[in-house]
Every structure is written in structure tokens, then in C-alpha cells.
């Protein structure tokens, strides 16, 4: 199959036209104690406050955007844990088309409540047995609709993208010039789009990946300069960015502009939703708060001004 033809920044800014009346404007949070922990300034872009509650929905409705009335009519199919799934829905309904979505049976029922919610049709799979790849294509074969995977598509990783803008844009309203930023990671479209907007807006700004210690693909494929593979045994603490391997299409992105892959135990993951809980006072996931874990635990933030994207807070 041939690659498609990865997106440009300019990709990104015309994303966020396109897409700004129908997402929220996530707020730029800081926090003193997260501060004094860290000892340096850390920005905080939380996407947990999104329609649908995840960053998402801001790839999700630019691709959708992007397609004709003939393909909208026929409806789309995505394939999810739940956040893209639930972005999906949402976005089909804003726009009069039907999805479908293919989601593990083992799904964090609120994920599923909230797919329903939006008016998708809902396809379970054995995550461990049946390959949700060829479910999605079955469904596309037989009735003509659109697949918009979760991250390797052109137009979501462009979407992805405009959070990156807005947080630069906020950080430079407070007189701040962001030194690194840290991103949730699973198959890289987030952080793809992340990076091809600061490569424009922000050039000096280093930016980084973050994964499970037991999921870091993108780490290991990002040191040694192609993709490798999960063993796929480790703890699916953090459901929803748990990933075979990098995306071909985001790592050829990912590996000319990150600038390395940092990554988080369980624990160091649960500490930051308690601290998320406590000091910011928002509900982020496993998955959502695994950039603020590699910030806590492991990355040396003194002095610099690191930006942190809390990417989700669908958990039950």
C-alpha cells in the first residue's frame, strides 16, 4: 500500500481554520506546586477539558472536513479503545453522517457509553484474537464508507497539530518561549502534529515522546532510526495509547523532528493522576497523564519552560 504523502505545517494552520467552530480552545493551565516539584515553568494544555473529552476530536473533525458530501453520505468507520471512537461519533453526528466503530470488548465502559452516545454503531472485537484492521476494511468493503484510522492519516495528524499552536500562542501571551514539550504517546499522530507545528511556529523547542515503560516503540524506534515493534505483554494500565508499533506514516514524521522518546512506569503514572486530581483539580486517565509522569519522574525540567499535554480523561 502505498504511503500517504505526510502532512506540512501548513497543514496544520489551515486545520485550525477549518476546524475552530467546532472544538473548544483548551486552557493553558499552570500550577505552583507542579512548578516547585519540577523547578521549572510547565505549561499544561488540557485536552481532558475537549468535546468528548480528549484531544481527539480535533483530528477527527478535520478529517472529516475534509471529505466530500458523496463519501459523508456513505458514512465513516474508525477503529478505537475508545477516545478517537468517541471523536468519531461525535463529529459524524455534527456533520450528518453515520459511523461505525470498531472497539475492543474490553473497553473502559464509559468509552463505550459515550460512543454510544453519539450515535455510532458499535462492533466489538477480541483485542488478543481478531485484528481490528480487517474488521474496519470488511465493514468498508461491504457498505463504500470512509476509514479514518487513529493516527495514520494526513488529515487527523494535522488536526492533532493545532493544539501545539494554541499552547504556543498561549505561552507567548505570558512572555514565555517554550523550551521542550512532552506528549502522550501511541501511534504518534499527536505528537507528529505537535511537532510539525512547533517546527514552524517554535523551532528551537525540543519535543519529546512519552510512553508506558512497557509500550515504548516510539523511544527505542526513534533511538535506533526505524520502527520497531511491542512485545504486546506489558501492562495495559494505560489502555488508550497501547500500540503494536509506531505508525509508518507518523514515524516518518516523528524521526526527522522529535527529539527523543522519554517514558513512565504504572507508578509514576498513577502518581501524576493523583496529582492532576489534587493540584489541578481535572480527571485525566492513564493514557492522558503519561507526558506529565516522564515530566515528574524522569525528565530535568529545572530552569526551562516545558510544555505537557494532558491528552485525555475518559476513565472510569
Known amino acids: 500500500m502505498t504511503l500517504p504523502i505526510p502532512p506540512l505545517p501548513a497543514d496544520v494552520h ?18 505552583a506546586a507542579l512548578d516547585a516539584l519540577t523547578g521549572g515553568n510547565i505549561l499544561v494544555k488540557a485536552e481532558v477539558l475537549q468535546r468528548t473529552g480528549s484531544f481527539k476530536l480535533r483530528g477527527a473533525t478535520n478529517a472529516l472536513l475534509r471529505l466530500t458530501p458523496q463519501q459523508l453520505e456513505r ?26 466503530i470498531v472497539m475492543p470488548a474490553d473497553a473502559p465502559e464509559i468509552k463505550r ?11 466489538p472485537y477480541n483485542r488478543a484474537s ?14 463504500g464508507a470512509v476509514l479514518i484510522p487513529p493516527y495514520e492519516h494526513p488529515d487527523v495528524i494535522a488536526g492533532q497539530g ?36 512547533l517546527c514552524d511556529v517554535s523551532p528551537h523547542t525540543k519535543v519529546y515522546s ?12 526513534l533511538a535506533l532510526g526505524y520502527r520497531v515493534a511491542n512485545t504486546m505483554q506489558g501492562s495495559h494500565y494505560c489502555d488508550a ?7 509508518e506514516l507518523t514515524f516518518s514524521i516523528n524521526k526527522r523532528l522529535l527529539t527523543a522518546g522519554l517514558t513512565a512506569t504504572d507508578e509514576a503514572v498513577q502518581a501524576a493522576v493523583q496529582f492532576a486530581h489534587r493540584h489541578l483539580k481535572l480527571v485525566v486517565e492513564p493514557g492522558g497523564a503519561v507526558a506529565l509522569a516522564a515530566l515528574m519522574s524522569s525528565y530535568h525540567a529545572r ?12 476513565a472510569d
Not at 76 to 99: D, E, L, M
Not at 113 to 119: K, L, M, N, R, V
Open 210 to 221: 512519552a510512553e508506558p515503560a512497557d509500550w515504548d516503540d516510539t523511544a527505542r524506534s
Open 113 to 123: 457509553q459515550h460512543t454510544a452516545f453519539w450515535g455510532a454503531d458499535i462492533i
Open 14 to 31: 489551515a486545520a485550525r481554520a477549518r476546524i475552530t467552530p467546532h472544538i473548544v480552545r483548551t486552557p493553558m493551565l499552570r500550577n
Open 303 to 314: 530552569g526551562q519552560v516545558v510544555g505537557i499535554v494532558l491528552s485525555g480523561g475518559n
Open 241 to 247: 495509547i497501547l500500540t503494536p508499533i509506531p505508525g
Open 162 to 197: 493545532t493544539l501545539a499552536l494554541e499552547l504556543a500562542e498561549d505561552a507567548a501571551a505570558a512572555g514565555l518561549s517554550l523550551d521542550a514539550m512532552i506528549v502522550c504517546t501511541g501511534g504518534g499522530g499527536l505528537v507528529a502534529g505537535c511537532a510539525l507545528a
Open 130 to 143: 481478531e485484528n481490528r484492521e480487517a474488521i474496519a476494511a470488511r465493514i468498508c468493503a461491504q457498505t
Open 75 to 100: 458514512g465513516v468507520v474508525a477503529y478505537s479503545s475508545g477516545n478517537h471512537a468517541q471523536a468519531i461519533a461525535c463529529a459524524a453526528q455534527r456533520f450528518g453522517t453515520r459511523a461505525t
